[in-house]
């Protein structure tokens, strides 16, 4: 098979960043990009439709927010920088295909992108696009513009003139988003230790920018025992349950909390009381969102409150009790054959990958940082599954220092693999934000906006697909992560300045959206990579 060209991979995606300064941080969203995230002030009022909080907008297709990502590096590289990435890109197009161009014409020659015409160049139109295109009118003259998102599948193709949908391609409608939240699962994960405060946090930014009005609230449930006991041994819970019981810490017994350690119930995995009853919660608030994936209500589905993915069939792991992401995935197996699993968590999705190691009909894929002593240890290259689950285990092993494009580059490339070698029927997604560059994990130099690219190209796919947290431990960076994803789903754009709510000062000194690009030595080499990536791709041959 042919190896992994790393650099022109890269390259290719039009997410060059070698013209900005290694020793600057760069604040992602801050920058002027080619769609999607506008600057009124550099580019003036006048050229840009005004947007207040949360209000509906002409919506544009995936990949041109894909392309907005893609550029939105590009605004702060000298002249000089940008005719060198520019030559870079157009001998890498030439011999490889760009995943997002939107050109059908090989012939044509590279646009220059325009958001606001592009947008406003969408024909035909549906009504309802048509409805938000008149509210978006009304409203510019008295409304301020901000830097801004927004996606919706429709099929289009670009010309001269800008962004025209094909007359022989019929516009579809907007997806359809259910977002789980109740005041009982935030205020239980609000207690839990680690993260306390950050599910309000999260909830209230989201909640701030209106995008409420434009998802479908569920109420979650608990999940039911049988639930639980489809994956973990009822002893560990029966335990687990009698930790959750005591109404003081100091009233767990020498005897219980002996056992309790057994379990893994210490230092990662704190003995807290209630317990229990929010893991349980947790996992019922991700299989209810599967269950409106399910149903046919929603096409994306998000619980932000879940993604606990190291949790053990017999035991607790990592802070995580319950794995609520294995709960959700086997109620989605309920109705689809074959299920996908992408990590995008710093850390190795082991129990998961345990749960799923021995089936063909679940695929898991993580992107990680492996390194020696680094939690939990697992997710070789070497790991590919066992039995019938052999390469069905994915696993993507990273160094220190990763940056946007690089961690696109490789995702895009094994991605693109997977969905050849394992057609899935649902997608599973664990958007853990400790891989940002200010976590205090401390490890990975990315943003916000490179997480978004990989959730955007999954998107893409127009599968069934459910949207999970994870870690994320620079709580005002998770709350601006986990907001920019729901408004990418729902298709919005956010002004870039955070509006005024009982925890602004959270997000001091800038106020803002973005979050700056890390500046750690990058261990990655493209040999590395190249290897990694070439050698994944050679083992689901397999599949």
Known sequence: MDTFDFESDCHSEAFVNDGINKNTSV???????????????????????????????????????????????????????????????????????????????????MQTYKPLKRKLNCTPLSDEVKNAENKVSMTQDSTDTGNCVSATPFECSSDDNGLSCQDNKRAKTSLRVT?????????????????????????????????????????????????????????????????????????????????????????????????????????????????????????????????????????????CYINDIVLGILKLREKYDRVLYVDLD???????????????????????????????????????????????????????????????????????????????????????????????????NLTHVGLAKCVCFLLSWNLPTLLLGGGGYNFPNTAKCWTFLTALAARRKLPMDIPEHEHLLEYGPGYDLSTSVGNRKDCNSHEYLSHVVTTVCRNLDNV
């Open 179 to 319: 977002y789980v939240h109740s005041e009982e699962l935030k205020c239980k994960t609000n207690e839990l230790i680690r993260i306390e405060k950050r599910a309000e946090l999260v909830h209230s930014l989201i909640r701030v920018y209106g995008l409420l009005q434009y998802v479908e609230l569920l109420e979650p449930r608990h999940a039911e025992e049988s639930e639980i006991l489809g994956f973990h041994c009822s002893d560990y819970i029966n335990c687990l349950r009698g930790i959750g019981s005591c109404s003081d810490s100091e009233e767990i017994s020498d005897k219980l909390s002996s056992e309790a350690e057994g379990y893994g119930l210490s230092y990662d995995c704190p003995q807290q009381t209630g317990v229990f009853e929010t893991a349980s919660l947790i996992s019922g608030a991700t299989i209810t969102a599967a269950e409106s994936l399910l149903n046919g209500s929603a096409d994306i589905a998000i619980n932000w409150y879940g993604g606990w993915h190291h949790a053990k069939r017999d035991s607790a792991s990592g802070f």
């Open 27 to 109: 604040n992602a969203l801050n920058l002027v990009p080619r769609c999607g995230l506008l600057s009124a002030k550099k580019r003036g009022e006048e050229e840009y439709a005004g947007a207040k909080v949360g209000e509906a907008v002409v919506p544009v297709p995936f990949e041109v927010v894909k392309d907005s990502v893609n550029g939105v590096l590009n605004e702060k590289v000298n002249n000089n920088s940008q005719k060198e990435n520019e030559n870079q890109l157009s001998s890498s197009l030439e011999a490889k295909e760009d995943p997002f161009d939107l050109s059908n014409d090989d012939s044509q020659e």
């Open 346 to 444: 710093l850390h190795h999705g082991d129990g998961v990958e345990e749960a799923f190691e021995m089936t063909s009909k679940v695929m898991t894929v993580s992107f990680h940082k492996f390194s020696t002593g680094f939690f939990p240890g697992s997710g070789s290259l070497e790991s590919v599954g066992t039995g019938r689950g052999k390469f069905y285990t994915v696993n993507v092993p990273l160094k220190d220092g990763i940056k946007d494009a690089e961690f696109y580059g490789v995702f895009c490339r094994v991605m693109k693999t997977v969905q050849e070698k394992f057609p899935g029927q649902a997608v599973v997604v664990q958007c853990g934000a400790d891989s940002l560059s200010d976590d205090p994990m401390a490890s990975f």
